[in-house]
């Protein structure tokens, strides 16, 4: 195989492998979601409710590229903890 076509080919399957998105963010309007930056993602809209859970996301929550490479809530130790029982979490006065 010429040196040319393999470079191309090697380029292209990189290129191919890389997210489409620079970075994950916080999104929703609980803060809830856990999205791409990128425009031509699926965004961050969601209903404007209030759940318990939500404070977890934001007290415990890691927003970041996902093994799938998608971004999602990293499941930590401490973010799993608090999700089996929020209502030992800080009440929320902000919202």
């Not at 080919?9 to 998105?21: G, I």
């Not at 791409?36 to 890691?62: F, L, M, Q, V």
Request: aromatic share 6%; charged share 20%.
């Amino acid at each position: 195989m010429p040196r040319t076509l393999l470079f191309l080919l090697l380029t292209t399957l990189c290129v191919l492998s890389t997210p489409a998105f620079a970075t994950c963010v916080v999104g929703g309007c609980s803060g809830q979601l856990c999205v791409s930056d990128n425009p031509e993602g699926a965004g961050g809209i969601s209903t404007c409710e209030w759940r318990e859970e939500y404070g977890c996301y934001k007290a415990h929550g890691e927003c970041t590229e996902q093994p799938d490479g998608q971004c999602g809530w990293t499941q930590t130790p401490a973010l799993q903890s608090c999700l089996k029982d929020p209502s030992k979490l800080e009440k929320r006065s902000d919202r």
